[in-house]
């Protein structure tokens, strides 16, 4: 069980993070992130994802409350009984997506992704995009208004509103959803093996400018975008029992 001194508290911006924040260190002390046993991050999903970002050269698991909206990836927020709650925790262990956008400029960029890869169209036309799965061409052409690529833990965020499927956790694979496919018009996507490579060119840059994203860090004027999960890295997330991140996966696909 962690001890109260080995907590690192962490909070977004809004005003109800930095009050839970006050208030928690007020009761159980502050560590430095580096030091930490544990980190709790208090926020929103968006801010679990920048903790996670942020975190990751760190060896301790992140236990999210939830002072935000959704808050998928968080736990209620209590003040009370905290370290007999990190005590009783759940792990889930996630790879997040290594993505490398190539631009028009020929310029290279890079970035990890926990949810999704996604490719936007930025103009005013559809966008056309190749789809090479592990070197081989799946997909000629696809027109559409983007792609993207999930892991399971971002499987209910972007690509669940995309008509993609929610993928248990540890079921390795991926899932790769088409964003208003018109051609081929009625095509919604594959579900990949997590150790695929996926391989995006976009068709007639010039006229159909596309833009790429990397759990927020967004690169314009993308010509290709190659995707691959990284087992290299492992994001630790804490659950408290019961609501672990499989039983909202379950619980997301009955509400």
Request: hydrophobic share 45%.
């Amino acid at each position: 069980m962690p001890r109260a001194k080995d907590i690192a508290f962490l909070a977004s911006d809004t005003p109800e993070a930095q009050e839970a924040l006050a208030r928690l260190t007020d009761r159980y002390g502050q560590t430095d992130v580096a030091r930490s046993s544990v980190i709790v991050a208090l926020g929103g999903d968006g801010f679990m994802l920048e903790t996670l970002h942020a975190t990751m050269a760190v060896d301790a698991p992140v236990y999210g409350m939830n002072r935000g909206t959704v808050g998928f990836l968080m736990n209620d927020y209590r003040e009370t009984g905290l370290t007999g709650r990190l005590g009783r925790a759940e792990e889930a262990v996630i790879n997040p997506l290594h993505m490398t956008a190539t631009c028009a400029d020929g310029a290279e960029v890079e970035a990890l992704a926990i949810n999704e890869v996604s490719l936007l169209r930025a103009g005013p036309q559809a966008a056309r995009l190749k789809i090479s799965i592990d070197e081989k061409v799946r997909m000629e052409e696809l027109v559409c208004d983007g792609a993207l690529v999930s892991t399971p833990a971002g499987s209910t965020a972007y690509n669940y509103s995309a008509h993609g499927p929610i993928l248990p956790i540890g079921s390795g694979v991926l899932a790769l959803t088409a964003m208003a496919a018109f051609r081929p018009r009625r095509w919604r996507g594959a579900i990949l093996p997590q150790q695929a490579r996926v391989r995006f060119d976009v068709l007639d840059a010039a006229k159909r400018p596309m833009m790429a994203e990397a759990d927020g860090n967004s690169v314009r004027d993308v010509v290709r975008v190659d995707v691959a999960s990284d087992p290299a890295i492992n994001h630790r997330l804490l659950f408290d029992p019961g609501h672990g991140l499989e039983e909202r996966l379950l619980r997301e696909q009955f509400t």
